[in-house]
Structures are given as C-alpha cells and as structure tokens.
C-alpha cells in the first residue's frame, strides 16, 4: 500500500473518531402530543329548610312542640353524615334559678329514611349540648349498632323533632317567664376516600 493511501486512511478514521466522540450530527422523526390533566374539586353544599326550627312562647309543663324541617344536599358529593352541634342561652327572668332550664327540656330527634323513621336520639336539651349525634344514623334491625345512612348529592332528608317541657310532678315556678335559646350548627361531612382506577368513565 503506498504511503499515500496510508496517510488516507488515517484521516479518515480520525474524523470517524471524532464524530463519535462528539455526538455527531444525524437525521431523524419526531412527534409530540400534549396531555390535559385537571384535578377538581367536588362540592359539600348543605341546606336546611325552614331556617328556624322553633319560635314559640307561654310553654307550660308538659307542653309538646313538633317540629319538621328537611335537610338538603345541594352539592355534587355525597354526605356521609351531618352532625348537630347544640348550644344554648338562658334568661333567667327573675333571676331565681336554682335548675338549669335546659334539663327541663327534653328533646327527641327522629330521621326519616325511605322506608321508615328512626329515632337516632332522646335526651334533655341539656345533655344533648355536650353530644354531636350524626341526624343520618340509622338502625338496620333491633338489636344493631348504629350505622351512617348520608345524603346523596342531590337529595334531601326529613327530620322530625319533639321537644317536651317536662311535667316533674314538683314545683317549677322558678322557669315562669324565662327564655331557652337554642343554637343548632349542622356539620355536615364527606365520607372515606375513593380509589378512582384508570376504567372508571367519570375519570377519562
């Protein structure tokens, strides 16, 4: 081989080298797409009609006041369960109370479900300040343990109450002319989290 040729091919395997070790330069295709991703939010909306539950005066002893009123989910998730948070004042007319008028109140709540009523509690206004009963709780059979029934988006509940100034069989002239004035707060809540897989339609 002439020196010519020689010194021909060792340029030429140089340059090779050196366009590997620089990456070179190569023709190719190319295509992209974008993708869209949005995660929102689903909505709680309780409602509550009437507004106000109960506004009556001249009670006596053993007077019962019935009272209806509807809860309502305006949102797009489901409630699992609505809470009822009590509080209460009272005015002491003459300022002679020696009892907490509350304890002379008592108060049962009754839900109503598709197929039938269930009481989910019955107890003095004055207790039932300390407790946060869920208004959905249901007995599935007597005997059972309490289990959350909700609202569903969309639907609404009735719920029945019964307040009793209780007849004690003893002297209560001390209450003559006072005022009980109940806060009722209702919290209502979503249930436990959902496992969205990559089938469900309301994901794709």
């Not at 369960?81 to 907490?100: C, G, H, P, R, S």
């Not at 109503?112 to 009523?117: E, M, P, Q, V």
């Not at 002297?171 to 979503?190: C, P, R, S, V, Y």
């Amino acid at each position: 081989m002439s020196f010519t040729k020689r010194i021909g091919q060792v340029v030429m395997s140089g340059a090779m080298g050196l366009s590997l070790i620089g990456g070179g330069t190569f023709a190719y295709f190319s295509d992209t797409v974008n993708t869209e991703n949005t995660f929102a939010a689903g909505t709680l909306d309780l409602n509550m009609n009437p507004k106000t539950v109960v506004n009556i005066s001249n009670l006596k002893p053993g007077d019962e006041i019935y009272r209806e009123f509807t809860l309502e989910n305006n949102g797009t998730l489901d409630i699992n369960k609505v809470l009822l948070d009590t509080n209460y004042t009272v005015e002491d007319a003459k300022d002679d109370n020696i009892n907490d008028f509350a304890k002379q109140i008592k108060v049962t709540l009754m839900y109503n479900t598709s197929s039938a009523t269930n009481q989910i509690v019955e107890t003095t206004l004055y207790e039932l300040h300390t407790q946060k009963p869920d208004l959905t709780t249901i007995f599935n059979f007597v005997g059972s343990t309490k289990d959350p029934d909700g609202i569903a988006a969309g639907q609404k509940e009735k719920i029945f109450v019964l307040f009793e100034f209780v007849d004690n069989g003893q002297d209560q002239n001390e209450f003559q002319g006072d005022k009980l004035k109940i806060d009722w707060t209702f919290n209502a809540q979503t249930g436990g989290s959902t496992y969205h897989d990559d089938t469900d339609p309301n994901s794709n």
